[in-house]
Each structure stands twice: as C-alpha cells, then as structure tokens.
C-alpha cells in the first residue's frame, strides 16, 4: 500500500513538472520519464483541440441538421489549410528540434520567423478565396441549396479567418519542436476556454449580440483563436520559453526559408493526400443525404476527443526523435519511438472497448434523430475496430517527421489513401451497394495498411541520416 502511495504521489509530481514544462532535457536519462514529460502537456493541448471540436458540434446541433452537415462540409475543406498548416508545422518541429539538440538556439528562433512569415502569406491567399467564394465551395461539396442559405457564412467567417488557425498551429508546433509542450498546450486551453464561453453567446445571440446561427460558431471560434495567437506572439517576443524572437530576426534569411520549405513540402503533400482524401469521402458521404452526412459529422467529431491524445504522443515522439538525431544519438531516438508506440496502442484500444459497446449512446448526446445516431453510431464502430492501429501508426509515421524525412509518410500515404482509401469507399459503397458501411470500412483498413507500411519503413532505418 505505501508502495502505490508513492507511485501516485511520484506520478503527481511528474505531472506538475510536464505541466509547469520545468523539464528541459530530453537527450539524456530516462526515456520513459522523456516520453511522459512530453507527451503529458501535447496530450493536454491535443485534448482541448478536440474538446473545442465537441464543443461546436454540441451546440450547433441544437440550431439544425443542415447546420451540423454545414460544418462537416466546410470542414473538409478546411483540412486542406490543415494540411498547408500541419506540413509546415512538421517541418518547423524537425527543424527547431534539431537546432535546440545541437544547443543552436539563435537558429532555431531564426526557423520560427520564417515559418510564421511563409503561414501568414498562404493563409491571406486562403482567405481571399474563403470571403470571395463561400457559397461556392459549398456547391462544391455537394451541399444543398437550404444547406448552402442556412451555412454559408460559417464557410465565410472560419476561412477568412484562417490566419488564426494556421498561425496557432506553426507557433505550437516551434513550441513543441524546442520541448515548451506546455506553453503550447496554455495556448490551447486560452484558446478553447474562450470558444466554450462565446460559442452559445454568437450561435443563440444574448443582450446585443444577435443570434448568428451556426455562423456564431465560426466567430466564437476565430475570437478565441486570434487571442491565443496574440498570447503566443508575446511568449515569442518576450523570450518566456527557449525561443526567443527580436527584431533582429525579423528578417528574410533564404537559407533558413528554402530549408523549412524543403522539408516542409514532403509534409504538405503528405497532408493534402491524406486531407484530399477525406474531402472525396465527405463528397461521397453528401450523396446519402444531410442524416447521413450529420452522423458521419458527428461520429468524426467524437473520434477526435480520442484521436488527439494520440496525436499528442505522436508529436512527443517527433520531438524526441529530433533533438536525439541533433545531440548524435540516434539510437535512443529510435528507442523513444517504440515505447511511445506501445503506450499510444495501449490507450487506443481501451478507447475502442467503449466506443464499440456505447457507440449509440454517445451519438445520442449530441442529437436525437434516429437516422443520424444509426448512422453515426455506425460509423464509430467500423473506425473504432481499427483504433490500436491508428495509436501505433500516427506515432511510426510522426516519427519519420520529427527526423526530416517527411517523404516516407508522403509514399505511405499515397499508396494508402489514393491508391487504396478511395477506389475501395467508391467500390463498396456504390458497385456493391454497401453505402455509408463501404465508406467507413474503407477508412479503417486504409489506417490499418499505413501502420504495417510505416513499421516496415521505419526499420530499415534510414530516417536516421536525413539531414534538416
């Protein structure tokens, strides 16, 4: 008993230390107390990624069926700014991670610079296109003329505004690559503590504030994230973490650029096929109508509360493999990899347990029309059989990105979404008349196939001696 007692107050006081981010190095002792010391604050903020993403759809639930599937459809357009915002922020991670292992700091603040300078370029094009042309994009994605009156502003208003998502991404993602998980986890609780608060305020109206709609969501949204942003700009110029960001950095330096460029075009090709993909899928998905398409909603949604601390170990791991190539130790990078592999399996499939016996009940938090749980709660289960393998794959494949070599996943992801994913939904659920069913199997074995790739990959060992 006094053993566990210890455990416990042990486990507590390693979690204050990843919380407060008091750990500085990651390149020698403990590989476990490593992984945990990261992976407990990247956990934290992938959470409160997804607790905002539950959020939305808790409350816009409540305004229409039509709205919910108004978010589905901008969603998987927005994961194409995603895929422009998490390549860079691959290639920001490896680069700063590599630069803070070789003790280089000046460096790795010259890369910050210049990835936020290259996202704030690419997401004013983006938004453009958003403002200019938000009822075309819906049209786009096979929305209905109702759908399209009732949502296009939300289209409008989240990506004219996606400067604040992609800048909340690439600063994060520096944060992260230089081992200050937790100031980038404090971001995102800023960021979603204030989505939580206005979100029924703009969607319901209160006082003066009129009721946007689903509209509101997007506003909520963008408020909370610009502030964040604003917090993380100050981290920076302050120097509160081991970045610190002068005016004397606030220049061009191409050597820097057409570095981070390299390695961070792998990334974005690996996101735009892996997001493209799921773009085809919701297009697929919008021809069994908006129920269909608000369960599938739906169901995505609450994988991603699950999906995040996943991610969250991923990123661990890409951060460890980094500043371990950087200090010349590349077997202990390879190490880290394995062990934060096993326990992200571990965690994935107690998650499935509960997804596959309480899939219906969970789908009915969040709406009550029986065609859209049936469906949702469908959708949950098939993906959900598949969980052990997405929490190993998303940590072999990050593991690839925090070294540099973001053209491995690219192949994987290639063969695994365009070549397998799509055929296989399109096949199953128009030619063998399986419906949303082929879709969701579709998107499971795709997920499985990537995990035995990249283990294959990975242990041939290359990944070792890209250099960033």
Do not use: H
């Amino acid at each position: 008993m006094q053993s566990n007692k210890i455990s416990i107050q042990q486990f507590f006081k390693y979690l204050k230390i990843a919380v407060s981010g008091k750990e500085q190095n990651f390149t020698s002792g403990s590989i476990r107390r490593a992984v945990f010391m990261l992976s407990i604050p990247m956990i934290l903020e992938m959470l409160m990624e997804s607790i905002f993403a539950i959020v939305d759809i808790f409350y816009v639930s409540q305004v229409s069926v039509n709205a919910v599937a108004t978010i589905g459809l901008t969603e998987s357009v927005i994961t194409l700014v995603y895929a422009v915002a998490i390549g860079l922020s691959m290639a920001a991670t490896a680069i700063v991670a590599r630069r803070i292992g070789e003790k280089d700091r000046e460096g790795a603040s010259q890369a910050a610079v210049q990835v936020i300078g290259l996202g704030i370029f690419v997401a004013i094009i983006i938004s453009i296109i958003g403002v200019l042309f938000p009822k075309e994009i819906l049209q786009l994605m096979g929305g209905e003329p109702d759908l399209i009156a009732e949502g296009y502003g939300y289209t409008k208003v989240l990506l004219g505004g996606n400067v604040t998502i992609m800048l909340l991404f690439l600063i994060n993602a520096v944060f992260r690559g230089a081992g200050d998980a937790s100031i980038a986890m404090w971001a995102l609780v800023l960021s979603n503590g204030l989505n939580i608060v206005l979100d029924p305020i703009f969607i319901f109206g209160l006082g003066p504030i009129p009721a946007f709609g689903v509209e509101g969501a997007a506003i909520a949204t963008t408020i909370g994230r610009g502030t964040a942003v604003i917090f993380q700009l100050m981290v920076l110029f302050y120097g509160w973490s081991k970045i610190k960001v002068g005016f004397k950095d606030l220049v061009f330096r191409v050597a820097v650029m057409l570095n981070l460029i390299k390695v961070s075009l792998g990334g974005i090709g690996q996101f735009l096929i892996g997001t493209s993909s799921w773009v085809f899928l919701m297009r697929i998905m919008s021809e069994f109508g908006s129920e269909v398409l608000a369960g599938y909603t739906i169901a995505i949604r609450v994988m991603m509360f699950t999906l995040m601390p996943a991610w969250g170990m991923s990123n661990a791991a890409a951060t460890l493999v980094g500043q371990n190539l950087g200090a010349q130790k590349p077997d202990r990078a390879e190490a880290s990899v394995w062990k934060t592999g096993k326990y992200s399996a571990i965690f994935m499939g107690f998650v499935s347990i509960v997804y596959l016996i309480f899939a219906p009940e969970i789908i009915s938090w969040f709406t009550q029309e029986a065609e859209v749980v049936s469906n949702g709660a469908l959708c949950l289960r098939i993906i959900a059989a598949g969980y052990v393998f997405y929490g190993y794959g998303m940590v072999i494949i990050n593991a690839f990105n925090g070294a540099g070599d973001t053209k491995t996943p690219t192949r994987v992801n290639f063969i695994c979404f365009w070549l397998f994913q799509l055929p296989f939904a399109y096949l199953m659920a128009f030619i063998f008349d399986f419906g949303p069913l082929g879709v969701f199997m579709a998107i499971t074995f795709a997920e499985v196939l990537i995990t035995v790739l990249g283990i294959f990959w990975f242990k041939k060992g290359l990944w070792k001696s890209v250099k960033v």
